[in-house]
């Protein structure tokens, strides 16, 4: 092409041509994505499974950009002296419908994605909450190989060469990732075994607090004072784990001495009324409840209180322990029995 033609008004207006029909596709997936998408959507609810929405939702940032990419490959088209460019940017547009698709199934297949609460609620396949962020992960690990292996195809690169080339430094690989591999097969452990799920709380000589999240290499854990502790999985494998949320009640225990010249009648009147008012405590669990005088010490009269609260949740529970107590204090001041210094200190236990 000479100057001349370059700055001709026939190429100029050619040029013209072909950036409109660029804006054009531009106007038409504001308008897709204004009206068209949102219709759709709409149509989608009415449906009586969700997943038409959930593709869509999932490939909605992905056709954005495909219009974007048809309108540059349309508008080139247009051009006239395209041909010299022709098979390579064929090749391009081919490998970013690709990494679109890509996009979109890694959408669908993320954790947060409604397609598993789909399979759950149609079919007989029973998901449990913590192998819903696995499955999700090892889905997206699948797609992205898939996706890599396309893409390679596309540039002529042989993937059964790199294949082969991963086997002779697969020795060197594994040496390497011992750590992982360990890492990995002790999520399956957890997975199958399910010493706990998400949002459970468990105690182990690692850590204290709530799962937030299990993936390939570790769990994460939310500690009591909003610290995220992630711990490998091959170390919470070997660990023994005590789960709080499987408790089915959970125990409250302490003791406490009265004067020893309380009179018995008093002593007598107050084990009793304390024990009504821990049996008709509507948050007290009516299996095992215990109010008795436990031991004559050399401080006093020791009663001891054994009982378990209805909710193992930790707020319900706290705030049972403190109506009790404020109540057994009124119990005492009604019956007059006051209470030996030094008062030995309170003990809490939970099983």
Known sequence: MTWDYLISLEHLKTIGIT???????????????KYIFKFLLKIGHKGKTALFPNILAAFERPLQWFFIALGLYVSIQYYPHYHAIDEPMYKLLRVFVIFLITWGLLNLASSSSQMFRFINEKTNIKLDDILIPFLSRSLQVIIIAISISVILQEFNYQVGGFLTGLGL???????????????????????TEKPFTINDWIT???VDGTVEDISFRSTRVRTFSQALVTVPNATL???PIT?????????????????????????????TKIDEAIRTHPEVHQETI????????????EIMLNFFTASTDYDPYINTREQLNLRILNILKEEG????????NFQTEQE
């Open 169 to 191: 430094g697969g020795l060197a690989f594994s040496l390497a990732a011992q750590d992982a591999i360990a890492n990995l097969f002790g999520g399956i452990i957890i997975i």
């Open 337 to 344: 029995a006051e209470i030996a210094t030094p008062m030995r």
């Open 243 to 271: 789960n709080w949320s499987k408790m089915g009640k959970r125990q409250i225990t302490f003791s406490f001495m009265l004067m020893y010249d309380t009179p018995t009648t008093i002593v007598e009147n107050a084990v």
């Open 204 to 206: 182990t000589p690692s």
């Open 19 to 33: 950036i409109g029909i660029f804006l054009l596709f531009i106007l038409f997936r504001k308008i897709f994505t």
């Open 290 to 301: 215990y109010v008795k005088v436990n031991n004559l010490t050399d401080q006093g009269i």
């Open 237 to 239: 494998a070997n660990e």
